[in-house]
């Protein structure tokens, strides 16, 4: 018997990246409830066009949200250098808005290693990882701390290029 959820109605392409971004997420070990249900919402409203089709695809996409798939498993299937850069910077972004209290460090110690894991896979060089850093920190310190929002951004923005 398959306890393995059947794919969500997206393309390959995008269940990959979206993959990688959740690893990234799950890499401290915690995904809320309340960060599941905004992505649910979000990543439906960037995926269908339709309400109907919105909603469906929340419901599709639920338990692979709740899936913390090993970087090794989706990583290698990034072939283009945009899809990398973007991998990179969403999982920056990610793991710098995560520190839950005032007294956590920005990134933890899970985070740093789940990056630098990321790093390694991406094999991408030290300028453009540099670069790619500075973007996401530029964006991190202009107030969007809503890392979500900032996800579906940089997906859309990625989709429409």
Do not use: C
């Not at 798939?69 to 290698?76: D, Q, T």
């Not at 991408?124 to 920190?137: G, I, N």
């Amino acid at each position: 018997m398959n306890s393995q959820p059947s794919p969500p109605a997206i393309s390959p392409r995008q269940m990959n990246l979206l993959r990688v971004v959740l690893s990234m997420a799950w890499s401290d070990g915690n995904l809320e409830q309340a960060e599941v249900d905004v992505m649910l919402d979000r990543f439906s409203r960037l995926f269908a066009k339709t309400p109907e089709r919105q909603t469906f695809l929340r419901e599709e996409l639920q338990s692979y949200l709740i899936q913390n798939v090993p970087l090794e498993e989706s990583v290698p299937h990034l072939t283009a250098p945009a899809e990398k850069e973007l991998v990179l910077r969403l999982g920056y972004e990610v793991i710098s808005a995560s520190a839950r209290t005032p007294d956590e460090a920005k990134i933890n110690q899970d985070e740093s290693q789940a990056y630098q894991k990321l790093l390694d896979l991406l094999d991408l060089p030290e300028d453009v990882v540099q670069r790619v850093e500075q973007e996401a920190e530029v964006s991190l310190s202009q107030g969007n701390k809503n890392v979500v929002d900032l996800l579906i951004y940089q997906l859309r923005d990625f989709w429409s290029s």
